[in-house]
């Protein structure tokens, strides 16, 4: 990689000590190991709007779907003070060019997901979203985002990584210039990727590129993100991957010997029963490319979406 990829990220999980107790909730994954590929921004929403360390928590009280954000003892009400903030701190980020954000579980200025609000009801529902978390989603619709928990799972940690890696590289090609040519070439070196998520995106991505000299180009590329981040938030699955290694399969028809078709083959069922894992026959299928020297296989981001050393297609 010549430069590492720009992630917002909760900054307690960097090790800083700015939560409520004065402590932190550093996240191991994130500093020792994906923090080798990405420089953090890290965001305190309530440090940040003025609160300080050691302070009282916070709580989300009311309507899930527009939570007030409270104090959990003393009841004062921050609500518009932190929807201000967020909305300030939200334009001030957008200089940073982030290509996801890695936000707190169940936190109420930043939870992404099933944030407990008290209602009138009694127990606290897990419908919620941090105060934060959801002016940043609205302000930047097409960033991937996620959260520490969640991270975890092998499945979603691989979703969330190809989607930043995906975005960077399409960052790089904004930054050229926006012609035909440029489009053509991201497209077809993610083809297989995007199928490996989605493969009605990826006919609906081909047919907008193929028909793309008829849209004007601003159009065109933001069409084109915005199905681009639509297919890589869904998740790959076990069939479509299959579907994927057989089609990059039918590139070597003519060149795989009887033996070594027989062994791919082999390979792909011990991944379609999943007693190997993804990475088994993708690395047979980069020898191969590298044997038979097939140029068009060889540019498939598909094959090497991101570093090895993060090993996520050991896990899925």
């Avoid at 940043?136 to 940690?157: Q, S, Y």
């Avoid at 033996?259 to 020898?287: F, G, S």
Wanted: glycine fraction near 6%; charged fraction near 25%; include cysteine.
């Amino acid at each position: 990689m010549d430069q590492k990829i720009k992630l917002g990220v909760s900054a307690c999980l960097m090790g800083e000590l700015v939560r409520w107790n004065g402590g932190h909730s550093r996240d191991r994954y994130l500093t020792d190991i994906l923090g080798q590929y990405v420089e953090y921004v890290p965001v305190c929403p309530e440090v940040e709007c003025g609160m300080g360390v050691p302070r009282e928590t916070l709580r989300l009280v009311g309507d899930p779907d527009h939570p007030n954000l409270v104090t959990s003892k003393t009841n004062i009400d921050h609500t518009q003070r932190m929807i201000e903030w967020a909305r300030k701190r939200a334009k001030e980020l957008e200089k940073e060019n982030l290509c996801g954000f890695v936000f707190k579980k169940n936190s109420p200025s930043s939870g992404l997901f099933r944030v407990p609000v008290r209602t009138s009801k009694g127990m606290p529902q897990k419908k919620g979203q941090g105060i934060f978390a959801r002016v940043f989603t609205e302000h930047f619709p097409l960033v991937p985002v996620e959260e520490d928990g969640r991270l975890n799972d092998a499945k979603l940690r691989e979703t969330f990584i190809e989607q930043i890696f995906t975005l960077m590289r399409w960052r790089e090609t904004l930054s050229k210039k926006k012609d035909m040519g440029n489009l053509i070439d991201f497209h077809t070196r993610h083809k297989l990727l995007i199928m490996s998520h989605s493969p009605n995106h990826s006919r609906l991505m081909g047919k907008l590129v193929a028909k793309g000299k008829a849209i004007p180009m601003e159009d065109l590329f933001a069409q084109y993100e915005t199905l681009l981040m639509g297919a890589l938030g869904l998740q790959t699955t076990l069939k479509k991957h299959i579907n994927v290694l057989q089609h990059i399969m039918g590139y070597f028809k003519n060149q795989l010997s009887p033996d070594e078709k027989q062994e791919l083959l082999e390979i792909i069922d011990r991944y379609r029963q999943e007693y190997v894992p993804l990475i088994v026959p993708v690395t047979l299928l980069n020898h191969y490319v590298r044997k038979y020297k097939q140029p068009y296989l060889a540019q498939q981001v598909y094959l090497n979406p991101h570093p090895i050393a993060l090993k996520l297609r050991n896990h899925v």
